[in-house]
């Protein structure tokens, strides 16, 4: 019996594994991306955008979003949240769950004395919701790689951003 057992496991467990290897995803991760696409730039100084991508989630839901700068912190050498700079911390509809949406937000910060630096990313909190009930959600962090030349806002797509005076 015990034998039996194991050889139907054995036979079984493949094509279990291959049916969930073949589903779609919910969300799908090329989709979703977070990248820095302005950083100090000379008609603004101290600027740094976050720009955005969020899929239509298989199932539905409307698109919500959250972003919230961080600064790397030399001295405990970890990355921490400038609540301040982002506001309320509120998340802000972005769409309605039929396709993929872009958006992003621009801070402004105060710049570095001579000789400092201020190194800055993004962190995004991205939810989708039927009504109240939020049916999945998820925490992005800016990686690079994202530019797109057709794209003005994405001229520049970067991990972080590096504001040096």
Same mark, same amino acid.
């Given at each position: 019996m015990r034998r039996a057992l194991t050889a139907a496991l054995v036979v079984a467990l493949p094509a279990v594994v291959a049916d969930v290897a073949q589903a779609?995803?919910?969300v799908p991760a090329s989709d979703l991306w977070a990248t820095v696409n302005r950083c100090d730039p000379p008609d603004q100084p101290g600027a740094v955008g976050v720009r955005y991508s969020v899929p239509r989630r298989r199932g539905g839901g409307a698109q919500w979003a959250r972003v919230r700068p961080q600064?790397?912190? +030399?001295r405990?050498?970890?990355?921490r949240a400038l609540r301040s700079a982002a506001g309320p911390g509120r998340f802000v509809r972005l769409g309605d769950g039929v396709g993929t949406v872009m958006s992003g937000r621009t801070f402004t910060?105060?710049?570095p004395a001579a000789g400092r630096r201020l190194v800055l990313r993004g962190r995004v909190d991205v939810e989708w919701r039927r009504g109240r009930r939020v049916l999945d959600r998820r925490r992005m962090?800016?990686?690079? +790689?994202h530019d797109d030349p057709g794209d003005p806002a994405l001229v520049v797509s970067r991990r972080s951003c590096e504001i040096r005076r």
């Open positions: 779609a995803p919910v600064f790397f912190d +030399g405990a050498r970890a990355w910060f105060p710049l962090l800016t990686t690079g +790689g």
